[in-house]
């Protein structure tokens, strides 16, 4: 009788430990399924402001590392390749972040008579606090042209509360939907003559 009450005890006491590890296993995928939308979501609103010319900033991509490697996007595929030459290892990486910029300006010389005749140099320098322009033209046919830019980057990172839907029209409804947390990113070319072009930022998520 008293094996008997063990082995029942026993046996009680498996299945309260199979039960437990059963809805710890449930537990996790349930967070990790969580976790895998929100990165999704938060995704999707990024490549939308990507998509919006209208909009000053941006919202930062969230990858997972197994993302990064096998990701399709030409430029997060060039970003990991040159991480990878750099032989940053894919427990190191935290974060990528990528500008492209294209800085323009026209100036113009005039002088009173032709420059190009025998005898005449014209070797002048103009230029502001963001770029610098000398040129030296000499008869017959030589015209030397030195441009230089300067250029500084700031770069302002924000968290911003967003609903994971689209937000409803009225505010009430807004008040009672699921919302995330999303980084926000404004980039800002001090140079007025840079324009920004491209720009993209990934938090590897581990």
């Known amino acids: 009788m008293t094996n ?8 009680i006491v498996a299945a309260f430990i199979g039960l437990g590890a059963a809805t710890k296993i449930q537990y996790d995928r349930l967070q990790e399924l969580k976790t895998e939308l929100a990165v999704a979501t938060n995704n999707n609103k990024a490549y ?4 919006d010319s209208l909009k ?8 997972t590392v197994a993302q990064l490697n096998y990701s399709k996007d030409s430029l997060v595929s060039r970003l990991n390749d040159l991480r990878k030459q750099l032989k940053i290892k894919d427990k190191e990486i935290n974060e990528l972040q990528y500008f492209a910029s294209t800085t323009t300006k026209r100036d113009s010389i005039i002088v009173r008579d032709t420059i190009f005749q025998k005898g005449v140099v014209l070797d002048t320098l103009i230029g502001d606090d963001w770029s610098e ?3 030296r033209a000499e008869y017959p046919n030589l015209l030397d042209v030195d441009y230089s830019f300067k250029n500084s980057t700031v770069v302002f990172t924000h968290n911003s509360r967003v609903t994971v839907d ?11 939907q699921k919302k995330q947390t999303i980084v926000e990113i404004d980039v800002v ?4 003559y840079c324009i920004n072009q491209e720009q993209k ?5 581990k």
């Not at 008997?4 to 046996?11: A, S």
């Not at 689209?166 to 009672?176: A, E, N």
């Not at 930022?201 to 998520?205: L, P, R, S, Y």
């Open 166 to 176: 689209p937000p409803k029209k009225c505010w009430l409804g807004r008040l009672f």
């Open 56 to 63: 000053d900033n941006t919202i930062q991509f969230q990858f």
């Open 133 to 135: 322009l000398a040129i």
């Open 201 to 205: 930022f990934i938090e590897i998520v």
């Open 48 to 51: 939308e402001a990507e998509r």
């Open 4 to 11: 008997l009450k063990f082995w029942i005890i026993g046996i």
């Open 189 to 192: 070319q001090e140079n007025p």
